[in-house]
């Protein structure tokens, strides 16, 4: 696996050809594709991890597929629903190396890149770069809160079985 | 309720032949046992019949009507699994209704079922458990309550009693049994438990190698094997088979294993034309063997190799030069190790099997 950041060069040639620079897509779009790798592994190893026996048994209880998929597989994967959402939410939430290639517009700006914008040449607010960190870690927390009850189970749970 | 009929079915994975040409046909209100050894092709009999696996040739039929095309969902039969596959994330409540709400019942009807349900198995004080939170043999009666709460057509058991031990196994059975007869539904049951067919089922079918082998009442197949393999699969401990040439004497007939000869019933005799011989397999059950601490007519020596007390009854392990056969005997037989005791092995109950064919001659 190589690190996300040597890839961020290309992706700003191919984004300032499509126009998606210095506009909130430039952004979404690697950070949705960036976590999707992990996430499906994860997922798939979760799935994968769900006996064969409980689809068998919702279809001859009268499932559908869709209906299985809702009713059975869905719940049963929720620890690691969490734990990828966690880590989809966390890579972007916190990424700066991104957006202060994409988003040069200060009006875009996402928290990291304020942040950072508190650490200037000369002179360093450590007031408000303290402040804005502890405003930024509130979602994360609050994440973390409505997860938790599946996380613990779910981050060893997804890597290798569900 | 309906009966169930395979025409023709078989069953190809890449190159592997699973069921090969099964032609069964289940009776109204039958409780059929799927019987064989693991790989035998009765599981993916079962599934066939589900409509989790489609059949490579041949066809299914459920009362009237053929289901080759048939969803699972709409075959109104319901299944219990080997590992009970009940739904983690639900309470039992949850687990009974599930079949119900899948197919539209009314919140009032739902609480009935589940409820009747719920009674007749004696767990109305679980329903608010999970799975998680209930024993195996609990969890086994939940399966079984998923079954039967929506009353399907036909039942289909993938040895459901296997995860449960010894006692609490013996204990279910007579109930399942019990259950099956009140309720009246065609119950298709696999297991690879002789003991659980024989005491199970209506009929039993014993299946190898993707065959079915012999259909029949249980006493019938136990007392009847049309093969060496049924003979030998049914019954505990299994029938001794001798090797050797039956051969016709002046006034009946003998049976010489190359390390001795016994005579054989007149009943065994008349595989034979007068003045004869065969070869092939001469096959006795433990409790037609009569055992003696001395010689009797026709008996043979052996030498005592093992016991094991069963309570009541004790099995006696003999051996003459490369046999080893196995008789019943009382409890207060004396056999220590080590010992000559003498068997006879001339009984009416006896088989012979052709020596290639290793069909039942008698």
């Not at chain 2, 709409?74 to 009970?84: C, G, K, L, T």
């Not at chain 2, 709460?149 to 196994?169: C, G, I, T, Y």
Request: aromatic share 10%; with cysteine; charged share 20%.
């Amino acid at each position: 696996m190589f690190p996300g950041v040597i890839t961020i060069i290309p992706q700003f040639l191919l984004f300032s050809t499509l126009g998606l620079v210095d506009t909130y897509f430039g952004c979404i779009i690697p950070y949705a594709v960036g976590s999707l790798s992990l996430s499906v592994f994860i997922m798939k190893g979760a799935f994968d991890s769900i006996p064969r026996d409980l689809d068998e048994a919702a279809s001859l209880d009268g499932a559908g597929e869709m209906r299985t998929f809702y009713k059975i597989l869905l719940p049963l994967t929720l620890p690691s629903i969490a734990t990828v959402a966690l880590w989809a939410f966390m890579g972007s939430w916190l990424d700066w190396a991104l957006a202060n290639v994409m988003l040069k517009d200060n009006t875009l700006w996402t928290l990291p890149l304020a942040l950072y914008d508190f650490i200037q040449p000369n002179f360093t607010y450590y007031g408000s770069f303290a402040a804005l960190s502890i405003i930024m870690s509130i979602p994360v927390f609050i994440v973390f809160m409505i997860f938790q009850k599946y996380l613990v189970t779910g981050l060893t749970a997804g890597s290798v079985k569900g | 309720m309906a009966g169930v009929r395979l025409q023709n079915v078989s069953k190809v994975f890449k190159n592997t032949a699973a069921v090969r040409d099964v032609n069964l046909d289940v009776e109204v209100g039958e409780f059929l046992v799927l019987l064989g050894p693991s790989g035998c092709g009765k599981t993916t009999t079962l599934r066939i019949v589900a409509g989790l696996e489609k059949p490579s040739t041949g066809s299914v039929y459920i009362g009237d009507s053929q289901v080759d095309d048939v969803l699972p969902k709409d075959r109104d039969i319901a299944m219990v699994f080997q590992s009970y596959a009940l739904y983690p994330h639900m309470t039992v409540h949850d687990n009974l209704a599930f079949p119900l709400k899948m197919r539209k019942y009314s919140k009032q009807q739902i609480e009935e079922q589940v409820t009747k349900t719920a009674e007749t198995l004696e767990m109305s004080n679980l329903l608010q458990r999970r799975p998680k939170e209930l024993s195996g043999g609990q969890r086994q009666r939940v399966a079984l309550g998923r079954a039967i709460v929506r009353n399907p057509k036909v039942f289909l058991m993938d040895e459901p009693l296997s995860n449960l031990d010894a006692k609490l196994r013996v204990q279910t059975r007579v109930e399942l049994k019990n259950l099956q007869k009140r309720l009246g539904t065609t119950t298709i049951y696999v297991t690879h438990d002789q003991a659980e067919a024989m005491t199970l089922a209506d009929r039993v079918a014993l299946m190898r190698n993707g065959m079915i082998q012999q259909v029949g009442r249980p006493t019938e197949v136990y007392a009847h094997p049309v093969n060496k393999f049924v003979a030998g699969f049914l019954g505990s401990p299994t029938m001794n088979f001798v090797e050797g040439t039956i051969r016709s004497t002046g006034d009946g007939a003998v049976f010489d294993t190359g390390e001795f000869s016994f005579p054989v019933h007149p009943r065994v005799a008349s595989v034979l034309l007068p003045g004869g011989s065969k070869k092939g397999t001469y096959g006795i059950r433990a409790e037609d063997i009569g055992v003696g601490n001395g010689e009797t007519e026709g008996s043979a020596e052996v030498k005592v190799f093992g016991s094991e007390l069963m309570g009541s009854e004790q099995f006696v392990h003999g051996t003459r030069g490369k046999l080893d056969i196995i008789a019943r005997a009382p409890m207060e037989f004396q056999a220590p190790i080590g010992s000559s005791v003498w068997m006879n092995l001339t009984s009416p109950n006896a088989h012979f099997f052709d020596a290639e064919t290793e069909m039942a001659l008698v």
